[in-house]
């Protein structure tokens, strides 16, 4: 059965302050990883796909990294509008989708 | 253009009834997938249509049911709800699937069941 487990569970930073948010996975034949963003009273907004080890994406202040065994999302001098839970989730081979259960994030002016 | 839909938003039901949601996904998308989102389990996936046909399916009990129609609406079914069914269920669309394409979710349908 594929696991999926985010650290930490929820993380506190001061404007600015850069940090990185963990997504550790087992799974059977990896197809990608997702990154999504969740405000409260809303649906998740797709963030990344990674798809092979090695791979980076960037969007403004986020990079997603992957690995064989865990994903990395970056936040670069985090403003207090990127607040909200970041979940990720991996597809495996025979095409399930599980997810993490999310790290929430607040950043204070 | 307009975003996923998912109607009612809220709905309070009791033990033993039975409830459906509906999903209106973004134009063009022919993908439909549906979620349980709890504080205890976080988001679990339910089931996947496309072109009207179950795809995918999530460990979840047969009172989970949906189907898919021929303008890509879906519908999810809970029969004889029970207490632990109260979540936030999410619908989310895409034009071919997810390991292929970039899902969009809804706002969410509230189901209390007291």
């Known amino acids: 059965e594929d696991q999926v487990t985010q650290s930490p569970e929820a993380l506190r930073l001061q404007e600015g302050e850069s940090s990185s948010l963990n997504c550790s996975y087992t799974?059977?034949?990896?197809?990608?990883l997702f990154w999504y963003r969740q405000d409260p009273g809303k649906g998740p907004e797709f963030l990344f796909t990674?798809?092979?080890a090695g791979e980076e994406k960037e969007k403004e202040r986020l990079k997603a990294t992957l690995t064989k065994k865990e994903s990395f999302l970056h936040i670069t001098a985090p403003k207090p509008e990127d607040s909200a839970t970041y979940l990720c989730?991996?597809?495996?081979?025979?095409?399930?989708?599980?997810f993490g259960g999310g790290t929430r994030l607040m950043v204070k002016p | 253009k307009a975003g996923v839909t998912q109607t009612p938003r809220y709905l309070i039901k009791t033990r033993g009834q039975q409830v459906t949601l509906s999903c209106s996904p973004i134009?063009?998308?022919?993908?439909v997938s549906w979620y349980q989102q709890t504080p205890g389990q976080g988001l679990q996936f339910l089931f996947e249509?496309?072109?009207?046909?179950?795809?995918n399916k999530g460990n979840f009990p047969g009172r989970f049911s949906g189907r898919q129609f021929s303008n890509s609406r879906s519908e999810m079914n809970v029969s004889t709800l029970e207490l632990g069914d109260s979540a936030l269920y999410l619908c989310?669309?895409?034009?071919?699937?997810?390991?292929?394409?970039?899902?969009?979710f809804g706002p969410g349908t509230r189901l209390t069941v007291l």
């Open positions: 989310a669309s895409s034009r071919q699937g997810w390991g292929t394409d970039t899902q969009y």
């Open positions: 799974v059977s034949g990896l197809r990608g």
């Open positions: 990674l798809y092979s």
């Open positions: 989730a991996v597809l495996d081979a025979g095409n399930m989708l599980t």
């Open positions: 134009s063009g998308h022919r993908s």
């Open positions: 249509y496309f072109s009207e046909t179950q795809r």
